[in-house]
T-cell receptor
Framework: KAGVTQTPRYLIKTRGQQVTLSCSPI?????VSWYQQTPGQGLQFLFE???????NKGNFPGRFSGRQFSNSRSEMNVSTLELGDSALYLC??????????????FGPGTRLTVT | AQTVTQSQPEMSVQEAETVTLSCTYD???????LFWYKQPPSRQMILVIR??????QNATENRFSVNFQKAAKSFSLKISDSQLGDTAMYFC???????????FGAGTILRVKS
């Protein structure tokens, strides 16, 4: 099976712009989660989607949004980019509800740089 | 709120030796799952080992084992016969049963020296 894929892998944007990141989970996986990784804040939970429904959102401003499509692919959008949004954005998928202890399989990440 | 603390920012170990990474967590819940993830320089997060809180038996996975002390809320990772390929950042993580978000510690950078 192919692993979790994320596109693009690298992105450079300017402050004030918006960006859309994409995540394709492992085939058959229904849950997709997003995490932001920065040197200062570490790994922080952004959102989790299951069967197209956002079930949980982390403590991020409304500029961060996401969605999941019927094929389980997910996108996240960040509007009005700020320098502090520079980070590695990781997507993870799991076959069932993450709360049953299944492994979450991570993608390689999208490195976003905001200048 | 659930928190995970990794008190060792960096550690080093000689090849073939044993090293233990520490992790403590805080929760008032009784049922949850604990994980150790490895993130090598490639940035690809890889699951190393998982533990169900309701199981008293410590999980093992080849050279990797954990010491799970539920009462003390401690979940340390022991790596035996360390290899150069074990060089990575190691994250301890926690998820509540029926929860839907992993809570990560700050990570421990492990360097294996030849």
């Amino acid at each position: 099976k192919a692993g979790v894929t994320q596109t693009p892998r690298y992105l450079i944007k300017t402050r004030g712009q918006q960006v859309t990141l994409s995540c394709s989970p492992i085939s058959g996986h229904r849950s997709v989660s997003w995490y932001q990784q920065t040197p200062g804040q570490g790994l922080q939970f952004l959102f989790e989607y299951f069967s197209e429904t956002q079930r949980n959102k982390g403590n991020f401003p409304g500029r961060f949004s996401g969605r999941q499509f019927s094929n389980s692919r997910s996108e996240m959008n960040v509007s009005t980019l700020e320098l502090g949004d520079s980070a590695l954005y990781l997507c993870a998928s799991s076959p069932r509800d993450p709360g049953v202890g299944d492994e979450q399989y991570f993608g390689p990440g999208t490195r976003l740089t905001v200048t | 709120a659930q928190t995970v603390t990794q008190s060792q920012p960096e550690m080093s170990v000689q090849e073939a030796e044993t090293v233990t990474l520490s992790c403590t967590y805080d929760t008032s819940e009784n049922n949850y799952y604990l994980f150790w993830y490895k993130q090598p320089p490639s940035r690809q997060m890889i699951l190393v080992i998982r533990q169900e809180a309701y199981k008293q038996q410590n999980a093992t996975e080849n050279r990797f084992s954990v010491n799970f002390q539920k009462a003390a809320k401690s979940f340390s990772l022991k790596i035996s016969d360390s290899q150069l390929g074990d060089t990575a950042m190691y994250f301890c993580a926690f998820i509540l049963e029926y929860g839907n978000k992993l809570v990560f510690g700050a990570g421990t950078i492990l360097r294996v020296k030849s």
